[in-house]
């Protein structure tokens, strides 16, 4: 922009921060709660990476235990602001693969509970509702990344 800012109101300044820290906590809560519940039962959540049949059964165990930590540990850089844009690409990168996973399966007809976002004990099925959830986190994700982007580009 040949050194010339843009200018942004101010109110619209604070608005876009107040939006921009509520996703990103909601977010970060929101994947801490998810990489809890499946370390809290590794062994159902192997089981249920088994039943997608998309990865080969020796790394199966292995990508059970990985992909909690990093979904704490993504949500917890969100909330802290430690490696932000590393956590944003993270989870937008898990959050593609999960409703690709998930495409595959309602494609396949297979109907089983999807390991993700435990709520009150219960776990949703693979679905529709699945997948229609996963777009929203999607769509919060990149609303995040872009509004974050959008604010460093126009305040640095």
Known sequence: MNGIKRVIPLNRF??????LFLVEVILGVL???????KLSNIFE?????????????????IFSLTLPFIEIFSGIFLIIGFLRE????????????????????????KVFEC????IFGREPKTGF????RNL???LFLLLGFNLRKKLKICYH
Do not use: D, Q, W
């Not at 604070?14 to 939006?19: E, H, K, S, T």
């Not at 959540?45 to 165990?61: D, H, Q, R």
């Not at 993270?90 to 396949?108: D, G, P, Q, R, W």
């Open 31 to 37: 994947f801490i709660y998810s990489g809890y519940t």
């Open 115 to 118: 390991g993700c976002f435990e």
């Open 45 to 61: 959540f192997s089981l249920t990476v088994a039943k997608y049949g998309i990865l080969p059964i020796k790394i199966i165990n």
């Open 136 to 138: 929203i986190i999607l």
């Open 129 to 132: 509702i699945s997948l229609l």
């Open 86 to 109: 590393g956590a944003y690409f993270s989870l937008i990168f898990l959050i593609f693969i999960f409703t690709l996973a998930i495409i595959y399966v309602i494609i396949n007809g």
């Open 14 to 19: 604070f608005i876009n921060r107040i939006l």
